[in-house]
């Protein structure tokens, strides 16, 4: 289910706003057959700054904490509070970045040539189209797993600081470096207990992260297949999408090289 009362989580203003999910053929298929999306944990991520306090939280905490000083009796106290901040505390936020479980997608209202050639191959790639509002109404059944939705914000993390008591701020954040991917995310969460695990189907979950069920007819508004693909490789995907009880005409190739 799809919570928008968490204000961590930013959407983006207009409801239609175009997101895209690259993929290549098996995750494709995956995406149909198992009508799942699926959630991969942030340990799993290339990126290791994934899920972590940027850097300028250590450099700039005890300035920034000046104003709760005067709570405190004594500076015995404050460093003590100082102290116990999430941030210095590393293994907090390891914990977190092993149950945390984020499915990403590009925002554009355009194809993104960068996108097919990062995350598809251009001749064999596949690339779903839905909306923010669509990928939401999606997720509305999906009762056993609480899924928000924000956009990336992308920071300097040796100058900008990252409210770390939010735990879930951290994987809402990442490096300017990663700005080009223009990224929404999807985020839910492992269990911690034994006893909240034993609601999961061991069927979902696999080392890398877990399916949550979503409406496919809901989400998809059209399947882009990769410029300069093959017309077998075109049919092909309509062929599967109408196994699976997709219309095939929401199956088109991309013209993004094709001279008009």
Do not use: C
């Amino acid at each position: 289910m799809h919570d928008k009362t968490h204000s961590t989580f930013i959407p983006p203003e207009d409801q239609n706003t175009k997101i895209w999910r690259y993929m290549d053929y098996p995750k494709f298929v995956s995406l149909i057959d198992k009508k799942s999306l699926f959630f991969i944990k942030a340990i799993k991520f290339d990126d290791p700054y994934e899920g972590t306090i940027p850097k300028y939280n250590d450099v700039a905490r005890r300035e920034v904490y000046q104003e709760e000083k005067q709570k405190f009796k004594d500076e015995e106290q404050f460093e003590q509070f100082l102290r116990a901040a999430p941030g210095v505390n590393k293994n907090i936020h390891d914990r977190w970045r092993k149950i945390i479980l984020i499915n990403s997608w590009h925002l554009n209202d355009y194809e993104s040539a960068a996108m097919w050639d990062l995350y598809s191959r251009r001749n064999a790639g596949i690339a779903i189209q839905s909306t923010y509002g669509k990928l939401s109404q999606s997720l509305e059944k999906s009762y056993e797993d609480r899924v928000y939705i924000g956009k990336v914000k992308y920071i300097d993390y040796e100058k900008e600081w990252m409210n770390e008591w939010n735990v879930y701020q951290a994987f809402v954040i990442k490096r300017k470096s990663f700005q080009h991917e223009q990224e929404l995310r999807a985020i839910t969460y492992l269990p911690e207990s034994d006893s909240e695990a034993k609601r999961i189907n061991p069927v979902e979950l696999t080392d890398h992260g877990k399916y949550v069920k979503a409406d496919i007819k809901v989400l998809i508004e059209k399947i882009y297949v990769a410029p300069k693909t093959s017309r077998y490789f075109h049919e092909g995907i309509k062929s599967i999408a109408e196994k699976f009880n997709i219309d095939k005409d929401l199956v088109i190739v991309s013209d993004l090289y094709s001279v008009k």
